[in-house]
């Protein structure tokens, strides 16, 4: 990770001060921290020369931004048209239910947070789940479980190696 | 990538000196191997095919003329993945990891066909080698597809060697832009994004209008869940897309475009980057493009996450890095749009029409489709059907054939309930309305409206009221709240359609919706809003009958609804194997052996358990 | 100079000049809440729907913000016109059933109830019209609150929901809230200033008579930076409140005279 106090100054410098780059810098911002903190959005504020408020209007209304920290994965659940009615809220419910965790939310370890979202266009191969960007096709309640328990078991293993 | 060195074209010989030198470089013997990566079949996890392939030509040693490429979404996705060796255009479906080595060896070095790997026409069971003779191909015709599946979408030499940047320096070398301008109206263009307005129009619109500089954008936000042309489109062709933009900002007069990509494709992101920086380098893009005094650059920028963004007045605030609201548009975006200036939005799909109309002529392109429907139209054909995919069809073409001929009818010996058209700004169209034409204006004298493309499929089984219910739940989540109709009016139609599929509706619930359906049509401040309540009127209009069930009966016909029917079990399929009773929460299941069990409707709670676990398909839904 | 017909009233106004002008000078009333002549027009409250002759069609508009650029004729009494206005005031008493101030304007329009039942939360009856948060950044320049989240979670919010740095204490946001949400609340003991429901604070200069308040201190600096006027002499005339340096005049004055006798 980029020296905190010199992130800013990179991301407004890649692109040229622009304010209309706001939100590709706010995706930057968040893909080097995993969320959006609160201090570098003060900097960023200040260096722009945008009220603050302006940015947390944008960081509130689009979907994709984060202010809390996220889990180690990210897990999206894909809500469109097509995966809905080939039973993609009882994925969710089960999902919700099995990890105690709502949409929108982090697991309490941290395992993974548990997007919502409408329509990654992989619609033939409805429902679809995707895990740090890697697509899981036809999906069901069992199989996406399955799915986010190997998480577990990976970060397990990778804990373990770690320590050896 | 093919040892060109990639140097600058000074001007249209320098192109079609590199166009040629590609021709010449290919070997007619030579075969080739098309591994479609398209959403669909990348999701079934066809990269990895491409490597074994790279991998196996790469073992083949020097003496044997092959390759493999990486190609865009072919169409077929339900059958995906999908592999085609050419010459000859075979077609191989559903191909596995193992698959591999016997296709290479087989057809790619021994000129055999794999039988097992052929498709099969589920209806006739008769076999198909290429792709012409597969149903699902037979039908269409494709302009904006044309390359996918053809060409390496990461490789800008197969652009040019299949033919792609002829059109520019045809406009560079001597079109006016009046002159364009009359080729796209001759053509009848209209945009593909949902809109319909004629392009040639807003061009010329954007030409007249006072200030500067201008911009021409792209709208690469495809939020209508269910489509995924433009997708396919970005990630398939992303040099049609910036052939068309150069075209049109040369007509236009401006120097600067933008294409803005929804969040969630990073996949087409990536693919139009690297386009761009191929184009630069060759200077396609940049100043003096072709030796001319033409300069012209594109942007990319993505979306944050929010449909209300595909609206043009909202994608520009987007760009001007504030939320995305749209305004009033009583002033148009061509006069003044982002930052103020003379704007020019079109569709991902409008954008890849550009260069073949320049190319083939106005005339040409206005032979296909219908008297206001000019062209073809690519549609993501999904749901129910049993070929499940991408579609570019002529305009014109009815509902039934696209469904039946090339959709091959409906999936699991059901039937045709309904077809969703036009996004959540649509409505659903009943089995009595399947021969009418696709067009801009057929579909919208349903009720409906072709729009950006979605054409999802509904068998019996799909409660019409839910989906009503699912399109009013997306669009209050994706409203940007701004104006009081669409905020307040859509939560109240939530309000009201949760309480229809809850079995807790008021006679008058209909008539209810109906009212501020037109409150919203009428006083809503963008099209999302104003056309929001489309699921609704249409699925009353065409299904009274449900919604009455709902609210009278409190029964949901199509049996989804929870709570609005009953589970029974069949008691000549029950085989008495306790598997219900086991699992029922509520031990609701009696039955001993060999006598059919019965569910105690009284301490039923629904789950629908019983109904999952029987191996016998003998809990009914009733 | 473009001609209006409105209610079949003609009036004459400039070139983009809004329907809503027009009315104004042909004396209709149409109602609003998100307009306010100070400020730019989002026209996002839909309440001053009128319908605009369109030939074979009649188009729904916003009076606030349709530019006039040539002869138009406009229905403001209309069937049409009335049912969409009154529909969006029937959404906003769901919204906001306890504003006083909202009733009032109902009443005038002829909506004496709503058929909606509550189905959204609002803060102590906002309606979102937006003006607080223009008013900040377009007329104050301070930008200290703005929109936040989106569809039916929208709300008028300070950055994270925290007392803003930038607020000055001005209460320009309460004086244009049209449903008496923004309160301005002075607190004696602290000598601060807090616009509520923001939570914001400022210190207040209190005049040092009497202890009422006079101004807010990031006010009076703004005000500094913008007036030549030297430094000590604004700081003494803010060491009273008006009344109390009436007072003092007055006294001073009354001095005066009994020298001169």
Redesign the interface.
């Known amino acids: 990770m980029i020296q905190n106090d010199k992130l800013i100054e990179q991301i407004v410098d890649r692109y040229d001060k622009d304010v209309g780059m706001l939100i590709p810098m706010m995706q930057d911002l968040q893909a080097e921290c995993g969320y959006l903190p609160v201090n570098q959005l003060r900097d960023l504020s200040r260096q722009l020369e945008v009220p603050l408020s302006r940015l947390y209007a944008v960081a509130t209304f689009y979907a994709s931004f984060r202010l809390a920290p996220k889990g180690a994965h990210e897990v999206t659940l894909c809500m469109g048209t097509v995966c809905y009615l080939k039973g993609a809220p009882s994925i969710s419910e089960a999902i919700c239910r099995e990890f105690r965790v709502e949409p929108g939310g982090t697991t309490r370890d941290g395992l993974f947070t548990l997007q919502a979202v409408n329509c990654v266009g992989a619609c033939a191969v409805a429902p679809v789940m995707l895990v740090d960007g890697k697509y899981y096709d036809n999906v069901t309640p069992t199989s996406a479980i399955e799915i986010l328990y190997s998480l577990a078991t990976d970060k397990a293993i990778a804990e373990k190696e770690a320590e050896t | 990538m093919t040892g060109l060195g990639n140097t600058r074209l000074c001007g249209p010989a320098d192109l079609e000196r590199m166009r040629q030198e590609l021709l010449s470089r290919r070997v007619p013997s030579a075969k080739s191997v098309h591994v479609c990566t398209g959403p669909g079949c990348a999701a079934k996890g066809s990269p990895k095919l491409y490597e074994l392939f790279c991998a196996a030509v790469s073992q083949a040693g020097a003496d044997v003329q092959v390759q493999a490429k990486a190609v865009g979404c072919h169409g077929l996705c339900e059958y995906g993945p999908i592999v085609l060796v050419q010459p000859g255009d075979i077609f191989y479906q559903r191909v596995e990891e193992p698959d591999v080595a016997e296709i290479f060896r087989e057809t790619v070095l021994g000129g055999r066909l794999v039988e097992h790997l052929l498709y099969e026409n589920p209806a006739t069971g008769q076999k198909a080698d290429t792709v012409d003779k597969i149903p699902f191909y037979k039908v269409q015709k494709r302009i904006a597809l044309a390359y996918n599946g053809l060409i390496d979408p990461t490789s800008i030499e197969d652009y040019i060697a299949a033919g792609g940047y002829t059109a520019l320096p045809k406009v560079l070398n001597g079109m006016g832009s009046e002159q364009i301008i009359e080729e796209v109206e001759r053509a009848g263009l209209r945009g593909r994004g949902g809109g319909g307005f004629p392009t040639a129009r807003k061009w010329r619109s954007c030409r007249q209008a006072q200030g500067s500089p201008k911009y021409v954008i792209c709208n690469g936000d495809e939020g209508d869940p269910g489509a995924f042309m433009d997708r396919a489109i970005m990630e398939g062709n992303p040099h049609s897309v910036i052939e068309g933009m150069l075209i049109g900002a040369y007509a236009i007069g401006s120097s600067q475009g933008y294409i803005y990509v929804r969040n969630e494709y990073p996949l087409s992101v990536e693919r139009l980057k690297q386009a761009i920086e191929q184009a630069r380098e060759l200077g396609l893009l940049g100043q003096n493009i072709l030796g001319s005094s033409f300069a012209f650059d594109i942007r990319i920028n993505r979306g944050g996450g929010a449909f209300v963004c595909g609206e043009s007045t909202a994608l520009m605030a987007s760009l001007e890095g504030r939320p995305g609201e749209p305004r009033a548009k009583y002033i148009h975006t061509v006069e003044s749009g982002l930052h103020g200036k003379p704007t020019n939005l079109n569709n991902v799909e409008t954008w890849a029409n550009v260069p073949a109309i320049i190319n083939r002529g106005g005339e040409w392109f206005a032979s296909i489709g219908t008297e206001k429907s000019k062209g073809t139209k690519v549609f993501s054909l999904v749901g129910k059907v049993v070929n499940s995919g991408l579609v570019e069809v002529p305009m014109g073409i009815t509902l039934r054939q696209i469904i039946e001929q090339i959709g091959g009818g409906i999936r699991d010996g059901k039937h045709f309930k309904a077809v969703q058209t036009g996004g959540p700004s649509g409505g659903c169209i009943p089995a009595e309305h399947l021969d009418a034409r696709v067009d801009f204006d057929e579909l919208t004298k349903l009720g409906s409206m072709m729009g950006s493309g979605g054409m999802i499929v509904m068998d019996e089984d799909t409660c019409m009221v839910k989906v009503a219910r699912y399109f009013i739940e997306f669009l209050q989540k994706e409203s940007c709240g701004k104006c009081t109709p669409c905020r307040e009016g859509l939560a109240q139609m939530l309000h009201i359609l949760n309480r229809i599929t809850a079995g807790e509706a008021e006679v008058g619930d209909v008539e209810e919706l109906g009212v501020l359906a037109e409150l919203l049509e009428g006083t809503a401040l963008c099209a999302l809003g104003k056309t929001a309540a489309n699921p609704v009127i249409s699925t009353i209009r065409y299904f009274r009958d449900e919604y009455d069930a709902h609210i009278l009966d409190r029964h949901c016909p199509a049996k989804e609804c929870r709570g609005l029917f009953r589970y029974e079990i069949d008691p000549e399929a029950c085989k008495a194997c306790g598997i219900c009773m086991k699992n029922c929460p509520e031990d609701a299941i009696t039955g001993e052996k060999k006598v059919p069990h019965v569910i105690n409707q009284e301490k039923c709670t629904l789950c629908g358990t019983c109904w999952e676990k029987c191996p016998f398909t003998a809990v009914l839904k009733v | 100079m473009p001609t209006v017909t409105i209610d079949g009233c003609k009036v004459e106004v400039e070139k983009d000049a809004t329907i809503l002008d027009a009315a104004k000078k042909a004396g209709i009333w149409i109602p609003t809440l998100c307009y306010h002549p100070a400020v730019s027009s ?6 001053c ?1 009128v319908e605009l002759d369109r030939g074979d069609w009649r188009q ?3 009076s606030c ?3 006039v650029r040539r002869d138009i004729v406009v229905y403001v009494s209309s069937e ?1 016109a009335q049912r ?1 206005r009154r ?2 005031m029937e ?2 008493l ?2 906001a059933p306890e504003s006083q101030e909202l009733k009032v304007l109902a009443e005038r329009m002829g909506v004496t109830e709503t ?3 509550k ?2 939360e609002s803060q102590r009856n906002c ?2 019209c ?1 003006l607080c948060v223009q008013v900040c ?1 377009e007329i104050i320049g ?13 709300t008028v ?4 929901r925290q007392p ?3 607020c000055i204490g001005c209460g320009a946001c309460a004086a244009v809230c049209p449903v008496g949400t923004i309160k301005v609340r002075i607190y004696q003991d602290q000598q601060e200033v807090e616009i509520s429901p923001f939570k914001s604070r400022a210190k207040l200069l209190v005049c040092q008579q009497c202890g009422a308040p006079v101004v807010s201190v990031p006010v009076s600096e703004q005000v500094l930076d913008k007036v030549e006027m030297n430094r000590e002499e604004f700081r003494e005339r803010l060491r009273l409140c008006p009344r109390c340096r009436q007072l003092q005049t007055a006294a001073q004055l009354g001095a005066i005279m009994v020298q001169k006798k």
């Open positions: 989002d026209a996002s409250c839909r309440l729907m729904l508009v916003t913000n349709y530019p049409r969409a529909g969006v959404l906003l769901a919204r058929r909606y039942p189905v959204t309606i979102l937006g950044d301070q930008a200290a609150i703005s929109f936040a989240g989106r569809g039916v979670d929208r919010a300070a950055p994270f803003s740095e930038d």
